[in-house]
């Protein structure tokens, strides 16, 4: 595993760090790093090695997030969501989608969210209904992380005919009737290609379908979404690690010249930097909580993963406003990189399940009550 992680640290050097300013002015999708990822097996990390893939777990392609966050967000959610994904597949997908990804060649998402119940991703309001070639999917996704630029989609929908909230398909991007439905000038994150998407009969086989009809939302909350929330975890902590950094490097070499010290030397600026070192290891150590609890099969492992998400996306908006705060009008400017991480760290609290989601999924944890209503 050294020579992966070895070979993710060149890459970042050499492509996604010089890159992830023009990602982030110019919303451009990082088609480079994407590749350069593939071709060193970072995309495959977590395909079993019987499928010809790495064989990583969570706490790998943890390692791959955090360190690629640290540089670029807009290429570590695009990866993240690979991951979320390729989780599933692991599961329930086909071998020869299996085996591209291994070789490098394939990059997945995930395509819940819907206009119709926007964050709600277990409730998805697009349709399956049977045809004489198989299936036809409809639907108005809200937005899909690499839309337009991925090979397939983890793609939800109502069941086919069974009971159930969910099922889930896998739709090759070259699909006939699937269109990107608009364009994303977000905020943050702004080079992910998170746009709408839409779907109109769009046909696909039978066989498309992953695990049983009306039983996705099981297969989602039993793989994807654990992947997705521990990895979402450990994007804030890169990204709070990386602001951290140009955070003190900017406050230790600028100086006061009327004062003769620098602008660390001030002790309301050092309270910031301590606190925004205590949110980092703190948030840190939540990660790896998750992570152990999770390997050691704990009880409480359920409940780290509902928690994870949350608390890590909050201390980066945290630790990303004090910096700003800290380092000041200079903040403000595009050449320090911190006004980027923070207009990034805002969207882990937005994309669902969101903080509050999670947080409401922790009370009910808590309290012995379903997560979801009618479940």
């Known amino acids: 595993m050294n020579g992966y992680m070895n070979?993710?640290?060149?890459?970042?050097?050499?492509?996604?760090a010089p890159a992830a300013a023009a990602v982030d002015r110019d919303g451009t999708f990082p088609r480079k790093a994407v590749e350069a990822l593939g071709s060193a097996g970072i995309l495959g990390l977590t395909v079993p090695t019987t499928a010809g893939g790495v064989g990583g777990d969570l706490r790998d392609a943890a390692v791959v997030i955090e360190t690629l966050s640290r540089a670029c967000g807009s290429t570590a959610m695009v990866v993240l969501m690979h991951y979320s994904a390729v989780a599933l597949l692991n599961v329930a997908g086909p071998?020869?989608?299996?085996?591209?990804?291994?070789?490098?060649?394939?990059?997945?998402?995930?395509?819940?969210?819907?206009?119709?119940?926007?964050s709600h991703f277990w409730t998805p309001v697009s349709t399956a209904t049977p045809s004489d070639d198989g299936v036809r999917l409809s639907a108005d996704k809200s937005w899909a992380t690499s839309a337009g630029e991925a090979d397939s989609?983890?793609?939800?929908?109502?069941?086919?005919a069974a009971d159930g909230?969910?099922?889930?398909?896998?739709?090759?991007?070259?699909?006939?009737?699937?269109?990107?439905a608009g364009p994303f000038d977000?905020?943050?994150?702004?080079?992910?290609?998170?746009?709408?998407?839409?779907?109109r009969d769009v046909p696909v086989p039978t066989?498309?379908?992953?695990?049983?009809?009306?039983?996705?939302?099981?297969?989602?909350?039993?793989?994807?979404?654990?992947?997705?929330?521990?990895?979402?975890?450990?994007?804030?902590?890169?990204?709070?690690?990386?602001?951290?950094?140009?955070?003190?490097?900017?406050?230790?070499?600028?100086?006061?010249?009327?004062?003769?010290?620098?602008?660390?030397?001030?002790?309301?600026?050092?309270?910031?930097?301590?606190?925004?070192?205590?949110?980092?290891?703190r948030t840190a150590a939540v990660v790896e909580s998750t992570l152990a609890a999770l390997e050691a099969q704990r009880d409480d492992a359920m409940l780290r993963v509902l928690e994870v998400k949350a608390i890590a996306a909050e201390a980066a908006i945290a630790v990303t406003d004090l910096a700003m705060k800290a380092c000041g009008g200079s903040a403000f400017r595009k050449e320090l990189g911190?006004?980027?991480?923070?207009?990034?760290a805002r969207a882990a609290r937005v994309m669902s399940p969101t903080t509050d989601q999670l947080t409401d999924f922790v009370g009910r944890a808590v309290c012995g009550m379903p997560l979801l209503d009618g479940s």
């Not at 291994?102 to 206009?115: C, I, K, P, Q, Y």
């Not at 911190?338 to 990034?344: L, Q």
């Open 7 to 16: 070979a993710l640290d060149g890459i970042v050097a050499d492509v996604v």
């Open 95 to 118: 071998a020869e989608t299996q085996s591209a990804i291994a070789e490098g060649r394939h990059l997945t998402t995930l395509a819940f969210s819907e206009v119709g119940s926007r």
């Open 153 to 160: 989609y983890v793609w939800s929908s109502r069941p086919l």
């Open 165 to 180: 909230p969910m099922t889930v398909w896998l739709v090759p991007a070259d699909t006939t009737g699937i269109e990107v």
């Open 186 to 199: 977000g905020l943050g994150l702004r080079g992910n290609a998170s746009r709408p998407m839409r779907g």
């Open 207 to 281: 066989t498309a379908m992953l695990g049983a009809d009306g039983a996705g939302l099981d297969l989602t909350m039993q793989t994807a979404l654990p992947w997705f929330l521990v990895l979402s975890g450990a994007f804030s902590v890169g990204l709070m690690r990386a602001v951290h950094t140009e955070a003190v490097a900017h406050l230790t070499r600028t100086r006061l010249q009327h004062l003769d010290q620098s602008l660390a030397q001030q002790p309301l600026v050092r309270h910031d930097i301590g606190r925004m070192q205590m949110e980092v290891d």
């Open 338 to 344: 911190i006004e980027r991480r923070f207009r990034d």
